[in-house]
């Protein structure tokens, strides 16, 4: 029997202390509130910052008040009602600002929990005795909860998961995480009450949705509903119009703002083009066009690429503008925690000017003083421009602006590109993650450490899971077998000690193992880390330790934003002093570099298309050349474009172009595909070996998100006559495995899955000394897994990563289907061309020979100088 | 497997392998550095599943280095086991009571934690820091200065850094292979355990490197 939502008594005291605060409902929230009672699950599709945490928090409410409709107010301690997961621990601050706000109005006993990484250990416990209504957790605090013991009684009074920016989990191992938690918890709260467990996703809009919610609602087995909001100025309009209340925008609930439709991005256009688009160089040249926004704007964002890049900016602009000390703040991952906390406290406040900061605030409740967004370099798709854009709390009925800044000027490109898909709305999809045993193993291990696990029963929660619902029995058997014998053994001189069979459940009872696998929960892995503090005391931040490993004492390098100098390593910890030095290294950190999106590499094609045809007309009557192009970025790149066609070509959208070009490093092989760096690092190898088929020749690679290059020491054979054949679709499945069983790429992926898979310990930052002799290095473990146990699990996943994620198989074999339909133009220029400039610089090379090594040692030495 | 290459050093002769162990023809003594034994024991012990193939294949090429050059001695110039005792040992303490007439001397690395009664058990002769034998002396760590001030005369044979050499050719490429390294007064053997990382070494003006490709071994400095 459905209830209809308005007649209840939870509905009525809800929006009776929304309208004492001025406020009313909007429909997509009703909505949600309506399938909420109804015991549905589903998915809320709405823009961060109209009120996405009340659709399904208020929901909760009502659904408990509807169940203690005499006493909800005087109920305490009712135990854990809404489990709350969120990627961000930024996040987790503000949402349960928000909700205790809300529970205060209607004078409820409700109590909100956070649990993250930062929870004291205090906190942790008080939670453990009593658990409160509300949790709000990250996945990887969520799994330790599964490592406590007993924690299946937390969840027996559990009525609702609530997955928040469900958009930026799934497609991640984290995601994956959910789903296993999900699947568990369901399983477990199963012998408490025969009540259905609900689980409600919220999520930007994706190119798929439908797949998002199926994913989410696997281990339910059912369909569920989806609430779709439309964008921030849909909601609003549709609210105005039904309203008679007046808006109060003080409130974050109803904040207004526009993303997508109502946006005004602004390329910060250099006065004179550099012809030859060197990488990297140019973001800092503008910073004098940046100071005047910054100055005429109440709080600014500068988004990022990387956490190195950010450090200098922020180093830049306090250089240039040195009355903004103390109104400019960075940040970043890796930066010391209480300094981001501090960050975004006074963001909230509005006491500063200017925050520097990488995707480490992509994420979360908006800071209203926000004003201005300026994205520094390619946003990489259309999603994650569209997210940063709504950083900035406009009011919904006056347009959003985001400045676009490039680092080099092709990137002028991807800013027109940029605005033909948003005006589209052609946003990116997110592949869910399927089979990641590394991710499964640790969980496996996690409820191993608390109560220990009935493998028939786990078996079908697992298999529950969109992850791995198409794994099969025989895999199961191959994952308990390994985690409870170790793979290849010697029998009686093993000594192999994890799981342990006892009473019919697998567990693990050595202490230590147990520690160790605590400490190592999670799927985002780090480069080894050390803490950075001043040899008085005093915390600074982490740093790589790749990067300290190559300073001396007394050099300068920068972190947070300071000076420090390097003074020595003592116990794991680097000890620094300050300093006033005005030189200092930059430290670069290996974060994720994103490749450039499908959707928004197609528009760029296209872009390129418009820019040949203008070019035409440019050709035939010059005095157009600077009035006829309505993009402004197009226009600034003119001098470029023409010094491109003087020297080589500029490719239509169905065309491919391949640049060969001497110089004394070598001959060059550039090609143009515009599909993202990930696919161009699987072309080039692919097309190295097929290559290689032909003639023995050896390869070094570099690639971006426009083009490859093979570089090599001979002429690379690659003419009309065969270049067809060498980007063929046939047999790419066998030519990508051969040609990659002799580069880096599943060496690189398998250290992510080692670490989550448990094969290396990483320990925390400063703690390493306690487990040195269990020190390993991931090419080390790759190295002796792929002699000594090639059927290895953890190894064939790396492979399958390299597969799915680094080649992007299926966006590869769409290329090459698409390079097949295209015209393949080959020209030889007599110098760099300004197309090739950025992947000349791009450092990143591998290696791929088929010349039989002794042949390739003979060369080497050959030329080996010492 | 390609045949040892001749390396002499102040009037001695000794056999270079790429099984990663030297021959000195002279004392009919087989050296070796850093075998790790009972690593991928200890990461097993700690529930870290490394394939134990790798510990027994080590062994194997140290018995068949031991059938082949048919040596008086074993000179083991540290780190023998990896950490403390586990079942891992008790494999080597049988290939050990296999050939208990072979003499082993054994100068202690950082590694080798076991109790000395340990080694008097197993058969061995134990050198704290180091052993001078003819005009040769052998010791674990050739950065330890206390040691080194005192070496000058003698040449040393070394071991605990793990030595590799990076080969470059045209268009920046690079391969990574162990090495002997020999500087003037002391060299640095290779590790011999599988189971190891590898430390760079750039061999300067005078010094020698052979490197270890796979079944081959090749003179690079």
Redesign the interface.
């Known amino acids: 029997m459905i209830l209809p939502l308005k007649n209840t008594e939870g509905h009525r005291i809800v929006t009776e202390w929304l309208s004492s605060q001025k406020l009313q409902p909007f429909s997509f929230q009703e909505e949600t509130w309506q399938y909420i009672i109804d015991g549905k699950s589903g998915l809320v599709n709405a823009p961060t910052g109209c009120g996405k945490t009340y659709s399904v928090f208020l929901g909760s409410l009502i659904q408990f008040i509807n169940l203690h409709p005499d006493d909800f107010r005087k109920r305490k301690n009712s135990g854990l009602q809404l489990l709350w997961i969120t990627p961000l621990r930024a996040l987790a601050k503000d949402i349960a600002r928000a909700m205790e706000e809300a529970i205060a109005g209607l004078e409820m006993n409700w109590k909100t929990g956070v649990r993250n990484g930062d929870t004291q250990t205090a906190e942790r416990s008080r939670q453990k005795k009593q658990m409160p209504e509300v949790l709000i957790i990250t996945p990887e605090s969520l799994h330790l909860l599964l490592a406590q013991k007993g924690y299946a009684e937390l969840f027996s009074s559990l009525k609702i998961i609530a997955v928040d920016e469900w958009h930026e989990l799934l497609g991640s191992k984290r995601g994956v995480q959910v789903e296993l938690a999900i699947s568990r918890i369901r399983g477990c709260r199963a012998q408490f009450t025969n009540e259905p467990l609900q689980v409600w996703g919220i999520s930007a809009t994706l190119g798929n949705m439908e797949e998002a919610l199926a994913v989410l609602l696997s281990p339910l087995n059912q369909k569920g509903k989806m609430v779709r909001a439309g964008t921030k100025k849909e909601v609003y309009k549709k609210h105005y119009a039904a309203s008679e209340y007046k808006l109060n925008a003080r409130r974050s609930f109803l904040k207004k703002e526009t993303v997508g439709e109502g946006m005004i991005i602004e390329s910060i256009l250099p006065d004179e083009i550099e012809k030859y688009p060197w990488a990297g160089h140019l973001g800092i040249k503008l910073i004098h066009k940046v100071i005047p926004i910054i100055r005429n704007s109440r709080t600014t964002l500068i988004f990022i690429n990387t956490r190195g890049m950010s450090e200098t900016w922020y180093q830049k602009l306090l250089d240039e503008c040195p009355d903004l000390a103390g109104a400019i703040a960075l940040h970043h991952g890796s930066v010391d925690r209480e300094l981001r906390y501090w960050v975004e406290e006074n963001l909230h406040s509005g006491k500063l000017k200017a925050v520097v900061c990488t995707a480490s605030l992509d994420l979360g409740v908006d800071f209203r003083p926000v004003e201005t967004v300026i994205q520094v370099g390619s946003p990489k798709g259309v999603a994650r421009f569209l997210q940063r854009a709504g950083r900035s709390g406009h009011s919904y009925d006056t347009d959003s602006k985001i400045y676009f800044l490039p680092t080099h000027s092709l990137e002028l490109l991807e800013a027109a590109a940029l605005k033909t898909a948003i005006s589209r709305n052609f946003i990116e999809s997110r592949m869910p993650m399927v089979l990641c045993y590394d991710v499964l193993i640790q969980f496996l291990n996690t409820i191993a450490i608390s109560d220990g696990f009935d493998p028939g029963k786990v078996f079908q929660e697992v298999s529950s899971t969109y992850c791995f619902k198409d794994m099969s029995g025989d895999e199961w058997d191959r994952i308990i077998h390994?985690?409870s014998s170790?793979?290849?053994?010697?029998q009686?001189?093993?000594?192999?000690?994890?799981l342990e069979w006892e009473n019919g459940s697998y567990k693990?009872n050595?202490r230590?193992?147990a520690r160790?696998?605590r400490m190592n929960i999670g799927t985002i892995v780090s480069e080894a880390m050390l803490k950075v503090k001043y040899v008085g005391g005093g915390y600074v931040g982490v740093i790589e330790e790749y990067f300290i490993s190559r300073l001396q004492p007394g050099d300068i390098f920068t972190l947070a934003g300071r000076n420090l100098e390097f003074v020595m390593i003592k116990d794991m910890t680097v000890l620094v002093k300050r300093s006033s030095a005005k030189r200092s290294i930059v430290p670069s950190w290996f974060g994720g570099r994103m490749p450039l999106s499908a959707n928004l590499g197609k528009v760029l094609r296209e872009t390129l298309t418009s820019v040949k045809s203008e070019k035409q007309i440019f050709g035939s009557d010059p005095t157009l050349s600077n009035t006829y192009s309505e993009s402004p970025e197009l226009n600034a790149l003119l001098p470029l474009f023409e010094l491109q066609q003087q020297l080589s070509y500029i490719p239509k959208e169905n065309e491919l172009l391949i640049e060969q070009i001497e110089t004394e490093?070598?001959f060059h092989l550039f090609v143009y595909p515009f599909e993202g760096r990930l696919v161009h690092e699987a072309m080039a190898a692919l097309l190295a070996y097929r290559i290689s088929l032909q003639t023995p020749i050896?390869?070094?690679f570099a690639m971006n998100d426009y083009s490859f290059e093979l570089?090599?020491?001979r002429p690379v054979p690659v003419d009309d006559s065969n270049v067809y054949e060498l980007f063929s679709p046939e047999n790419l499945m066998e030519d990508i495995q051969r040609s990659i069983n002799s580069t880096e790429m599943a060496k690189r992926k398998f250290r992510d899955i080692a670490v989550i898979g448990?094969?290396?310990?990483q320990g925390f930052p400063g703690e390493q000394k306690k487990a040195r002799?269990?020190q390993?290095?991931a090419s080390?473990?790759f190295n002796?897994?792929s002699?000594?146990?090639p059927e290895?699990l953890l190894l064939r996943q790396s492979y399958t990563e390299v597969m799915e994620q680094q080649m992007e198989e299926a966006r590869l074999r769409d290329t090459l289907k698409r390079i097949q339909g295209s015209k393949i133009i080959i020209r030889f220029p007599q110098q760099l061309t300004p197309f090739c400039f950025p992947v000349k610089v791009d450092s990143m090379?591998e290696?791929l020979?088929s010349e039989k090594?002794?042949d390739?040692?003979n060369?080497?030495?050959m030329?080996?100088e010492? | 497997m390609q045949q040892p290459l001749k390396h002499i050093i102040r009037e001695n002769t000794f056999w270079l392998s790429p099984d990663r162990v030297m021959y000195w023809e002279e004392e009919k003594s087989l050296i070796v550095a850093d075998l790790h034994f009972g690593k991928t024991?200890?990461?097993?012990?700690?529930?870290?599943?490394?394939?134990?193939?790798?510990?027994?294949?080590d062994l194997q090429r140290l018995v068949s280095a031991v059938q082949n050059f048919k040596p008086q001695q074993l000179i083991i110039t540290g780190d023998l086991f990896?950490?403390k005792a586990?079942?891992?040992l008790?494999?080597f303490l049988k290939w050990r009571n296999d050939l208990s007439s072979l003499k082993i001397h054994l100068v202690k690395g950082n590694?080798d934690i076991l109790p000395d009664e340990w080694y008097e058990k197993a058969g061995f002769e134990v050198h704290q820091q180091k052993w001078e034998f003819q005009d040769f002396c052998f010791m674990h760590d050739p950065c330890d200065p206390d040691q080194r001030s005192k070496q000058t005369m003698t040449y040393s044979f070394t071991g605990h850094i793990h030595p590799a050499i990076s080969?470059?050719?045209?268009?920046?490429?690079?391969?990574r292979f162990p090495c002997f390294y020999f500087k003037k007064n002391y060299s640095i053997l290779p590790a011999f355990g599988?189971?190891?990382?590898t430390h760079l070494i750039?061999?300067?003006?005078g010094e020698s490197a052979y490197?270890i490709?796979?079944n081959?071994i090749?003179q690079?400095?």
């Open positions: 390994f985690i170790g793979g290849n053994a010697l009686q001189y093993d000594d192999y000690k994890k693990i050595d230590h193992i160790r696998h490093d070598g050896t390869f070094s570089l090599s020491d448990g094969l290396i310990f002799h269990l390993n290095s080390l473990l002796v897994l002699e000594y146990e290895n090379r290696d020979s090594l002794e390739r040692i060369k080497m030495i030329q080996y010492i | 024991g200890h990461f097993r012990k700690s529930g870290i599943a490394i394939p134990q193939n790798i510990y027994k294949e990896h950490s586990n079942k891992e008790d494999l590694h080969l470059r050719g045209s268009a920046r490429q690079s391969l599988k189971f190891t990382g750039t061999p300067e003006e490197a490709a796979g081959r090749i690079v400095a």
